[in-house]
C-alpha cells in the first residue's frame, strides 16, 4: 500500500517506451471481445446468405454426379480435395475479415507492438500458485465481477426480448419452413444486436476503467524518477561539476588571443608557459592571461613565436606564476619583483617603459 501511495508521478517517456518493449501495453479485453462478436454477427448476417448458397451449389454439383461416380479410393481423394478447397474457398473470407478485425481492434488500443518476451518462459506462467494468486485474487475477482455483471444485465433483456415474441413463437409452426427459418433469424439477430448494445456501453465503461488502471500502474514514485533521470543524465552533482567546468572554459579567451595581447611569455621552458599582460588602465598589476602545462605550454610557446611575443625562461617564476595565479587574475605581491625585472627588461628592448613599474 505505501508503495502505490508513493507511486505519484507521470510515467516517463522511458518508462512507457521500457514496459512497451517488454509486452505491457494498454487494452481492454472487453473492447476486443465485443468487437470481435459484433464483427463476428455481422459476418453471419451478411454473409450468411452467400455462404449458404455457395454450399448449396457444392451439394447439389456432388449429388448430381454421384449417379455417374465411380467409387475408387483414389475417386474418394480427388473428391475430397476437390470439395475441400471449395468450402475453405467459402470460409477463408469470412475467416479472413474476422482476424483482420481483431488486429486492428488491437493495433487501435494500443498501437502495433512487436515483441517476443511476452513468449518468454517464465516461472511465474506456469506456478500453479501464482495461477491461484491470479485468479483469486483482487484482479480475478474483479473479473470474475465484470462477467457475473454482465450475465444480469444481459438475462433480463433475453427474457423479455423472447417473452414479447411468445405469441408469435406458438404459431410459427404453421408458416412454411423457409419462413421458419427467415423469421426465426431475424428474430435472433436482433436479440444479438439488442445484447450486443448493451456489451458495447459496459465496454466502454470497462474501457475507460482499463485505461485509468494501466497508468495508475505506469506511475512511478519520486526515486524512480530520480534514479532514471541520473541514469539518462547522469548524477545531479557531477553534472552541476561538468556545467562549472564548461562555463569556465568558455569564459576562457581564445589562446592564440591571449598570446597576441600578451607582454611576455614565461616558461620552464617546455613543462609550464604563462602568458602575461601588464595594462595599467584595466589592472594595477600585471596579469596572467593564459597559462598552461605540457602541450598546452608547447602551444602558447609556438603561438608566440607566431606572434613575435618575448619569451623568457624562469623556471621558478613559471611554476610559481602557474600554481598561484588564474587565468585573467593580477598577479600577488610577492611575484611583483620578478615579473617587474622581466617585463623593464623587455621595454627597454622595445624603446619604452611600462606605464607603472
Known amino acids: 500500500m505505501a508503495d502505490k501511495e508513493e507511486r505519484t508521478e507521470e510515467p516517463t517517456a522511458k518508462r512507457l517506451a521500457q514496459a512497451r518493449s517488454e509486452g505491457q501495453v494498454f487494452r481492454s ?6 468487437g470481435m462478436l459484433l464483427i463476428g454477427i455481422s459476418i453471419i448476417a451478411f454473409g450468411a446468405s452467400w455462404a449458404v448458397s455457395r454450399l448449396a451449389n457444392i451439394m447439389a454439383a456432388l449429388f448430381l454426379s454421384s449417379s455417374t461416380m465411380i467409387i475408387t479410393q483414389a475417386s474418394v481423394q480427388s473428391l475430397a480435395m476437390e470439395y475441400g478447397l471449395r468450402v475453405v474457398g467459402i470460409m477463408v473470407p469470412l475467416m479472413s475479415v474476422l482476424m483482420i478485425s481483431g488486429i486492428i481492434l488491437n493495433v487501435v488500443q494500443s498501437g502495433w507492438n512487436w515483441t517476443f518476451k511476452t513468449l518468454q518462459p517464465k516461472a511465474q506462467k506456469i506456478s500453479p500458485i501464482a495461477g491461484i494468486k491470479r485468479i483469486f485474487g483482487t484482479q480475478g475477482l474483479f473479473q470474475f465481477f465484470k462477467s457475473f455483471l454482465k450475465i444480469v444485465i444481459v438475462m433480463p433483456v433475453a427474457y423479455f426480448h423472447i417473452r414479447g ?101 614565461v616558461t620552464n621552458p617546455t613543462h609550464y608557459a604563462v602568458a602575461l599582460q601588464y595594462d595599467s588602465q584595466q589592472a594595477p598589476a600585471p596579469r596572467v592571461l593564459a597559462k598552461g602545462i605540457r602541450k598546452r605550454a608547447l602551444r602558447i610557446r609556438q603561438l608566440a613565436k607566431e606572434k613575435n611575443t618575448p619569451i623568457v625562461e624562469n623556471p621558478p617564476l613559471a611554476r610559481a606564476l602557474y600554481g598561484s595565479v588564474a587565468e585573467l587574475q593580477e598577479i600577488p605581491e610577492e611575484l611583483y619583483p620578478a615579473v617587474a625585472t622581466i617585463l623593464a627588461a623587455i621595454y627597454r628592448k622595445k624603446g619604452h617603459t611600462p606605464a607603472h613599474t
Not at 29 to 34: F, G, I, K, P, Y
Not at 197 to 207: E, N, T
Request: aromatic share 10%; hydrophobic share 50%; glycine share 2%.
Open 29 to 34: 479485453q472487453e473492447v476486443l471481445s465485443v
Open 165 to 265: 415474441l411468445m405469441h408469435e413463437i406458438v404459431v410459427l409452426h404453421k408458416q412454411p419452413l423457409e419462413n421458419v427459418f427467415s423469421t426465426a433469424g431475424v428474430w435472433i439477430l436482433l436479440l444479438f444486436y439488442k445484447v450486443i448494445a448493451i456489451l458495447i456501453f459496459l465496454s466502454l465503461l470497462d474501457f475507460i476503467y482499463e485505461r485509468w488502471r494501466f497508468k495508475e500502474n505506469m506511475k512511478m514514485s519520486k526515486q524512480e524518477v530520480k534514479d532514471e533521470r541520473k541514469q539518462t543524465d547522469g548524477d545531479p552533482k557531477v553534472k552541476k561539476q561538468r556545467f562549472k567546468l564548461a562555463l569556465k572554459l568558455l569564459r576562457r579567451p581564445r589562446l592564440d588571443h591571449a598570446v597576441l595581447n600578451a607582454d611576455v611569455v
